[in-house]
T-cell receptor, first 113, second 109 residues
Framework: DTAVSQTPKYLVTQMGNDKSIKCEQN?????MYWYKQDSKKFLKIMFS???????INETVPNRFSPKSPDKAHLNLHINSLELGDSAVYFC????????????FGQGTRLTVV | DAKTTQPPSMDCAEGRAANLPCNHS???????VYWYRQIHSQGPQYIIH?????ETNEMASLIITEDRKSSTLILPHATLRDTAVYYC??????????WGAGTKLIIKP
């Protein structure tokens, strides 16, 4: 069973569109994350979220919003996509919000054209 | 927030121990050091973490200097499947992992 799964694996879309990436974890973890990995391969955290608190990286545009229907899911919504949003997006989860061992999904490669 | 620095790339012969260094001279007393790796086209994978004492698990060993300004990740018997980018990471005050550029480790047959 895949611990952290995200869909789709690849997403190609036009500028200005709105898209969502879904993430699910079956580990029973309390905290989930979204990371962005750019073309230079740097991983930057975008959000961390548990049932009590959302921590937002202040550099993330407000076009990006996480939505969590329940503890096992954290979806990423992106409005008005821009060329610079092209990257690989990783979802992750950990048992607590105090870091610990994080499990990552396989990534979603988003290409905005 | 602590910053970590690592060599951009390293080679290691298959079957040998791979020793990956990391400098974290500005780390504070309560900041853990985490190691992850990312195999090509996959998500990052947790390896090990530590605070002061040396740590060992089924994947690797982590040696932290007494002054905590640097650490070394040791893969005792490297295999071709260990070829990956290895990240040495410290946490910020919000318990967020701050990632650097990592070390690209190439295991050669």
């Amino acid at each position: 069973d895949t611990a952290v799964s995200q869909t789709p694996k690849y997403l190609v879309t036009q500028m200005g569109n709105d898209k969502s990436i879904k993430c699910e974890q079956n580990l029973g973890h309390d905290t989930m994350y979204w990371y962005k990995q750019d073309s230079k391969k740097f991983l930057k955290i975008m959000f961390s979220y548990n049932n009590k608190e959302l921590i937002i990286n202040e550099t993330v545009p407000n076009r990006f919003s996480p939505k969590s229907p329940d503890k096992a899911h954290l979806n990423l919504h992106i409005n008005s996509l821009e060329l610079g949003d092209s990257a690989v997006y990783f979802c992750a989860s950990s048992a607590t919000s105090l870091g610990a061992e994080a499990f990552f999904g396989q990534g979603t490669r988003l290409t905005v054209v | 927030d602590a910053k970590t620095t690592q060599p951009p790339s390293m080679d290691c012969a298959e079957g040998r121990a791979a020793n990956l260094p990391c400098n974290h001279s500005t780390i504070s007393g309560n900041e853990y050091v985490y190691w992850y790796r990312q195999i090509h086209s996959q998500g990052p994978q947790y390896i090990i973490h530590g605070l002061k004492n040396n740590e060992t698990n089924e994947m690797a060993s982590l040696i932290i200097t007494e002054d905590r300004k640097s650490s070394t990740l040791i893969l005792p018997h490297a295999t071709l499947r260990d070829t990956a980018v290895y990240y040495c990471i410290a946490m910020d005050s919000n318990y967020q992992l701050i990632w650097g550029a990592g070390t690209k480790l190439i295991i050669k047959p």
